[in-house]
């Protein structure tokens, strides 16, 4: 398991990615699956930016599946939207929707915690 702290700015998702890059790296995940959860954790990253309130925490379980936690102060709840093609914004919780096998939210007192799951795909197959 992996946990990281996050700062609540704009260098909190390549911090991120980052993060990730050197775990899955460490645990011989395949590298399709290294990129999606990248992209994935930079998406739940980049909404808890936005919209969470500080401060802001990454955790990476590799198990049967491998979960991707973003947990951040704020009690408000994340919803996937459909955004326009002209749209700027809007497409984070639709591409981890689209990317994950399971997706939720967790409230606790200190805030939430989003995450979602992938299949690990081929360990040591890099």
Known sequence: MLERDLPADTE??????????????RWHIDDETAYTTELLVSELVGNAVRAGEPPLSLRLR????????????????PHVRHARTVDE???????????????????????????AELLAGPVGAK
């Open 89 to 115: 914004t809007g497409r984070g919780l639709f591409i981890v929707t689209s990317l994950a096998r399971n997706r939720d939210t967790r409230y606790h007192e200190d805030g939430k915690t989003v995450w």
């Open 62 to 77: 590799l198990d049967r599946m491998l979960t991707c936690e973003v947990t951040d102060a704020a009690m408000s709840a």
């Open 12 to 25: 909190a998702a390549p911090m991120a990615r980052d993060t990730v890059r050197h775990q899955m790296e």
